[in-house]
């Protein structure tokens, strides 16, 4: 038997292995979801925290992190078709702070070991992460300018939204510092995406968070997304949990009342700022996917098809994910990975998406007309998916029965 392009057997096989890591202590909960040619199966399992009878319930809200990312790629794809931004424009003209940029002679340098900067960066450049700045992959501390980034409080660890300097503030200081590599020359995680925020927010003369609310949130019904929940949904809000790395227990991190999340940030972070849950994260995978027919067209498909490809030389690949490899068969499109040599469960070529390190997983798979979500709210300790994460995709995928 199936179920709208899954087999039954398949889908009861993926919800014993998601239920295996609550019952075994790894996670208090979870929440899944998978969609394939219009039908939609959640599953909701284990508790908001541990220790608490609370269950886990299909709309309650996470940290979604990094899956912050592509949200805020529409959100610039939008001014971008509204000619409003230029995906080859110099970003000088809304962010003044940022003109005739200085580089480290090297990734390590001192700070005032510099060359000019060749070019100015563009909109494109923040998209694809080639801005010449993003985090230094490198134990914390290890080079000048991580020190330096450390002590400006520019959030280039782990989200922390009320640790943030106001928007203008933020740029200001990131504009004292020198770039790492030549804009367009190498991809650095992160910065781009916050960046962005800033930009948008000049270009639209609207706050980030107010733009993202009037033109995407509200006409996708996304009506629990947000950069932090309010009183009366914190009920529903998921405890935060970090992740030792070496023994891969559950530590408290942020809680739904008195958290990081719980009152309006200052920064608004583009790159790792978001709530949200499974549905309205659904609605973002439809509109991406072209399913989603709301009463206001947000993105054009021609804007979709170029924020799906795969933007990255072979020279711009980093180091990156399990051993290395996760380039090999990857590539990044605007603020998110796209698979170009399908060599495992990721997906088929061409699937989309990203992860947040909070433990969320938000991907999209064209070929197989399929979405894959996965809330959690156990930190990851690295790069590379923890267990749950693997074991998810691959269970999603031997679902698949047509």
Avoid at 204 to 226: H, N, V, Y
Wanted: charged share 20%; hydrophobic share 40%.
């Amino acid at each position: 038997m199936s179920a709208g392009g899954f087999s039954n057997d398949g889908l009861a096989r993926l919800h014993e292995r998601m239920q295996g890591y609550v019952e075994r202590g790894e996670l208090p909960g979870l929440v899944s979801l998978v969609s394939r040619h219009g039908h939609t199966r959640a599953d909701a399992i284990g508790s908001l925290a541990m220790g608490d009878d609370a269950p886990m319930r299909r709309d309650t809200i996470f940290r979604i992190s990094s899956v912050t990312k592509p949200i805020t790629a529409i959100a610039a794809m939008i001014l971008v078709e509204e000619n409003k931004l230029r995906l080859d424009e110099s970003v000088d003209r809304l962010l003044l702070e940022l003109a005739n940029r200085r580089v480290l002679s090297r990734f390590d340098a001192e700070l005032d070991d510099t060359v000019p900067a060749k070019r100015a960066i563009t909109v494109r450049d923040l998209l694809t992460f080639r801005m010449g700045f993003g985090i230094v992959m490198l134990p914390p501390d290890s080079t000048p300018i991580q020190r330096a980034v450390s002590a400006l409080a520019l959030g280039q660890g782990p989200p922390n939204p009320q640790h943030f300097p106001p928007p203008d503030e933020w740029l200001r200081r990131l504009a004292t510092l020198p770039l790492i590599h030549q804009p367009g020359e190498q991809w650095m995680y992160n910065t781009g995406a916050d960046v962005l925020g800033v930009l948008i927010a000049r270009a639209s003369g609207q706050s980030f968070p107010d733009f993202l609310r009037d033109r995407i949130f509200e006409p996708l019904g996304m009506q629990d997304t947000g950069f932090f929940v309010p009183p009366h949904k914190q009920r529903r809000f998921a405890t935060q949990y970090s992740t030792d790395f070496h023994t891969h227990a559950l530590s408290f991190f942020d809680g739904p009342a008195d958290g990081q999340w719980s009152t309006p940030p200052a920064f608004a972070s583009g790159a790792a700022g978001l709530v949200s849950t499974a549905d309205d994260l659904l609605a973002v995978a439809k509109l991406m996917l072209g399913a989603e027919k709301s009463a206001k067209r947000i993105l054009s498909p021609a804007s979709i098809a170029l924020m799906t490809r795969d933007h990255l030389s072979s020279t711009e690949r980093p180091v990156w994910g399990i051993a290395g490899r996760y380039f090999d068969s990857h590539g990044f499109g605007f603020c998110m990975s796209v698979v170009t040599r399908a060599g495992d469960h990721s997906g088929s070529v061409g699937t989309f998406g990203w992860d947040g390190g909070y433990g969320t997983t938000w991907y999209c798979d064209p070929r197989q007309d399929m979405v894959s979500i996965l809330m959690t709210q156990a930190m990851w300790t690295s790069p590379t998916p923890p267990s749950v994460s693997r074991d998810f995709r691959t269970s999603t995928y031997q679902a698949i029965d047509d």
